[in-house]
C-alpha cells in the first residue's frame, strides 16, 4: 500500500511553508530517516525525513512552490514490491483556491415591483439617491424594467470596464451575463459618459513607478513577521514606560569580568547583563511575568526570555529558558550559539517556541530610544537604546555618566501601569548595581 508523505508542521505558528528543494526524484529508493526536502518554515529552513522504506513514486508539489498548506500531500512512496505505475494521486489534495464569485451560483433577485418600489423609496430619501438610482438602473435593470442577470464578478468587470451590462448578451443559464461575456464585449457596451460622471474607486497603485526600482516576493519570515505583527498593533492595547539607567557600575565590571576569562575564551556583553536583570526582575515583579488569554491569565513561573536576532530577511527570537537560574557565562554562551543558528537559519522550533517576554536591543546601532512592538502572545517587550554619556547629578553634584534608556510596551490586557513600572525600577536597580544579580 502506498505511502502518503505529507507538508508537516515545523513551527507552533506554521500555517503554510515552502518546498525548498527536493533531495530525491521519483523513482529513487530511500530508507526511514534519509533526508527527502528542506522546508523553508516562518522561522528557518528545515530538513523533511523519509517515515518509511519505499520508492518515490509521485511528486506532487514542485521544488519552489510557495504557500503549501500543512496537511497537505507533497510525495507518495511506493512500498516493496508496489508497482509506482499503479500508484494513483488522491482526489482533493490540493488546497481550494479561492475564488473570485461563483459563475453560475443563483443570486436571490426580488420581484420587478418590490424592488421599483425600493428604488422610488430611495429616490424621494435624499436628492443624492437619485444618483444612486440611476447607476443601478443602468447597471443592474434592463431598458424594459426587468433585472437583467448578471454574475457578481461580471457586474463588478462591467463597472471597472465601463460597460452597459443592458448592451450586453449573456450566455449563461438562461441568459445570465457571465465574466466571458463582459472580457469580449465590443466597445460598443461602453457606457455613456454621463453615467460615468462619478470618479471610479481604485485600489491603491505601491511603488513610485516613474523612480526605478526592483520587485522582491517576500519570504516566509516576512510574510509571518508581517502577519503578526500587525494583528499585535491592531488587536493588543499597548502603553510605554520608559526609564534611564546609569551604566557606569556596569561597564567596569564588565571590564574585569571579561579580563579573568579571557584565558576561558569568556567575553560577557552588556546584552547578557540585561538579559539577567531582565530574567531576576520577572522572579522579583512575578505579575509582570504574566500573559493574557482570552477569558483566563497564564502566570509564569519561569523567566524564558526571547531575544530578537536580525537575520536576512527578518528577524527571529530564539529563547534563553530558566535565564533566571543561569549566571552571566552561561547566558553568554548560549546567546552565541542560538545566535548563530539563527543566522545560519539552523533553529530548531523548541529553540525559538514560547518566551515570557523578549527583548530587541538596538544600542549596537547607536539608537538611543525606541519603542518596540509586543510580540504576541507574550506581555511585554524591552526596547534597549545605546549607552550615552550626558550630565548626571551624583551627590548634588554634575558628573559626566553613560546613560541608557529602557523603554518597556506592555499589554494592558495583562500588565497595569503600576506593575509595569515596579518591573522597571527592579530591572533599573540590577543594572544600575550589577553586583545583585549575585544575591
Given at each position: 500500500?502506498?505511502?502518503?508523505?505529507?507538508?508537516?508542521?515545523?513551527s507552533?505558528?506554521?500555517?503554510?511553508?515552502?518546498?525548498?528543494?527536493?533531495?530525491?526524484?521519483?523513482?529513487?529508493?530511500?530508507?526511514?530517516?534519509?533526508?527527502?526536502?528542506?522546508i523553508?518554515?516562518?522561522?528557518?529552513?528545515?530538513?523533511?525525513e523519509?517515515i518509511?522504506?519505499?520508492?518515490?513514486?509521485?511528486?506532487?508539489?514542485?521544488?519552489?512552490?510557495?504557500?503549501?498548506?500543512?496537511?497537505?500531500?507533497?510525495?507518495?512512496?511506493?512500498?516493496?514490491?508496489?508497482?509506482?505505475?499503479?500508484?494513483?494521486?488522491?482526489?482533493?489534495?490540493?488546497?481550494?483556491?479561492?475564488?473570485?464569485?461563483?459563475?453560475?451560483?443563483?443570486?436571490?433577485?426580488?420581484?420587478?415591483?418590490?424592488?421599483?418600489?425600493?428604488?422610488?423609496?430611495?429616490?424621494?430619501?435624499?436628492?443624492?439617491?437619485k444618483?444612486?438610482?440611476?447607476?443601478?438602473?443602468?447597471?443592474?435593470?434592463?431598458?424594459?424594467?426587468d433585472?437583467?442577470?448578471?454574475?457578481?464578478?461580471?457586474r463588478?468587470?462591467?463597472?471597472?470596464?465601463?460597460?452597459?451590462?443592458?448592451?450586453?448578451?449573456?450566455?449563461?443559464?438562461?441568459?445570465?451575463?457571465?465574466?466571458?461575456?463582459?472580457?469580449?464585449?465590443?466597445?460598443?457596451?461602453?457606457?455613456?459618459?454621463?453615467?460615468?460622471?462619478?470618479?471610479?474607486?481604485?485600489?491603491?497603485?505601491?511603488?513610485?513607478?516613474?523612480?526605478?526600482?526592483?520587485?522582491?516576493?517576500l519570504?516566509?519570515?516576512?510574510?509571518?513577521?508581517?502577519?503578526?505583527?500587525?494583528?499585535?498593533?491592531?488587536?493588543?492595547?499597548?502603553?510605554?514606560?520608559?526609564?534611564?539607567c546609569?551604566i557606569?557600575?556596569?561597564?567596569e565590571?564588565?571590564?574585569?569580568?571579561?579580563?579573568?576569562?579571557?584565558?576561558?575564551?569568556?567575553k560577557?556583553?552588556?546584552?547578557?547583563f540585561i538579559i539577567?536583570?531582565?530574567?531576576l526582575?520577572?522572579?522579583?515583579?512575578?505579575?509582570?511575568?504574566?500573559?493574557?488569554?482570552?477569558?483566563?491569565?497564564?502566570?509564569?513561573?519561569?523567566?524564558?526570555?526571547?531575544?530578537?536576532?536580525?537575520?536576512?530577511?527578518?528577524?527571529?527570537?530564539?529563547?534563553?529558558?530558566?535565564?533566571?537560574?543561569?549566571?552571566?557565562?552561561?547566558?553568554?554562551?548560549?546567546?552565541?550559539?542560538?545566535?548563530?543558528?539563527?543566522?545560519?537559519g539552523?533553529?530548531?522550533?523548541?529553540?525559538?517556541?514560547?518566551?515570557?517576554?523578549?527583548?530587541?536591543?538596538?544600542?549596537?546601532?547607536?539608537?538611543t530610544?525606541?519603542?518596540?512592538?509586543?510580540?504576541?502572545?507574550?506581555?511585554?517587550?524591552l526596547?534597549?537604546g545605546?549607552?550615552?554619556?550626558?550630565?548626571v547629578?551624583?551627590?548634588?553634584?554634575?558628573?559626566?555618566?553613560?546613560?541608557?534608556?529602557?523603554?518597556?510596551?506592555?499589554d494592558?490586557?495583562?500588565?497595569?501601569?503600576?506593575?509595569?513600572?515596579?518591573?522597571?525600577?527592579?530591572?533599573?536597580?540590577?543594572?544600575?548595581?550589577?553586583?545583585?544579580?549575585?544575591?
Amino acid at each position: 500500500m502506498s505511502i502518503e508523505i505529507f507538508m508537516p508542521a515545523l513551527s507552533p505558528t506554521m500555517e503554510k511553508g515552502t518546498l525548498a528543494k527536493w533531495l530525491v526524484k521519483e523513482g529513487d529508493t530511500v530508507e526511514s530517516g534519509d533526508v527527502i526536502a528542506e522546508i523553508e518554515t516562518d522561522k528557518a529552513t528545515m530538513e523533511v525525513e523519509s517515515i518509511d522504506d519505499g520508492t518515490v513514486a509521485k511528486i506532487l508539489v514542485d521544488e519552489g512552490t510557495d504557500d503549501v498548506p500543512v496537511g497537505q500531500i507533497i510525495a507518495i512512496l511506493a512500498e516493496d514490491g508496489e508497482d509506482v505505475a499503479d500508484i494513483k494521486v488522491p482526489t482533493g489534495n490540493a488546497a481550494p483556491a479561492k475564488a473570485d464569485a461563483p459563475e453560475t451560483a443563483p443570486e436571490p433577485e426580488p420581484a420587478p415591483e418590490k424592488e421599483a418600489k425600493a428604488l422610488a423609496k430611495e429616490a424621494e430619501a435624499a436628492p443624492e439617491a437619485k444618483a444612486v438610482l440611476a447607476k443601478k438602473a443602468s447597471s443592474g435593470a434592463s431598458p424594459s424594467g426587468d433585472r437583467l442577470k448578471a454574475s457578481p464578478l461580471a457586474r463588478r468587470i462591467a463597472e471597472q470596464k465601463g460597460l452597459e451590462l443592458s448592451a450586453i448578451d449573456g450566455s449563461g443559464p438562461y441568459g445570465r451575463i457571465v465574466k466571458r461575456d463582459v472580457e469580449n464585449a465590443k466597445a460598443g457596451a461602453r457606457a455613456p459618459a454621463a453615467a460615468a460622471s462619478a470618479p471610479a474607486v481604485q485600489a491603491p497603485e505601491y511603488g513610485a513607478h516613474d523612480i526605478p526600482f526592483r520587485e522582491e516576493k517576500l519570504s516566509g519570515m516576512r510574510k509571518v513577521i508581517a502577519k503578526r505583527l500587525t494583528e499585535s498593533k491592531q488587536t493588543v492595547p499597548h502603553f510605554y514606560l520608559t526609564v534611564d539607567c546609569q551604566i557606569d557600575t556596569l561597564l567596569e565590571q564588565r571590564k574585569v569580568l571579561n579580563t579573568q576569562g579571557e584565558k576561558d575564551g569568556i567575553k560577557i556583553s552588556v546584552n547578557d547583563f540585561i538579559i539577567r536583570a531582565t530574567a531576576l526582575a520577572l522572579k522579583k515583579v512575578p505579575a509582570a511575568n504574566v500573559q493574557y488569554a482570552g477569558d483566563k491569565m497564564y502566570w509564569y513561573e519561569r523567566s524564558d526570555v526571547s531575544v530578537a536576532v536580525a537575520v536576512e530577511g527578518g528577524l527571529v527570537t530564539p529563547v534563553v529558558r530558566g535565564a533566571c537560574e543561569k549566571g552571566l557565562a552561561a547566558i553568554s554562551a548560549e546567546v552565541k550559539e542560538l545566535a548563530g543558528k539563527a543566522k545560519s537559519g539552523k533553529l530548531m522550533p523548541e529553540e525559538y517556541a514560547g518566551g515570557t517576554i523578549s527583548i530587541s536591543n538596538l544600542g549596537m546601532y547607536g539608537v538611543t530610544e525606541f519603542s518596540a512592538v509586543i510580540n504576541p502572545p507574550q506581555g511585554a517587550i524591552l526596547a534597549i537604546g545605546a549607552g550615552v554619556q550626558q550630565p548626571v547629578i551624583r551627590g548634588g553634584k554634575v558628573k559626566v555618566g553613560t546613560v541608557m534608556k529602557v523603554t518597556m510596551s506592555c499589554d494592558h490586557r495583562a500588565i497595569d501601569g503600576a506593575v509595569g513600572a515596579e518591573f522597571l525600577a527592579a530591572f533599573k536597580a540590577y543594572i544600575e548595581n550589577p553586583v545583585m544579580m549575585l544575591l
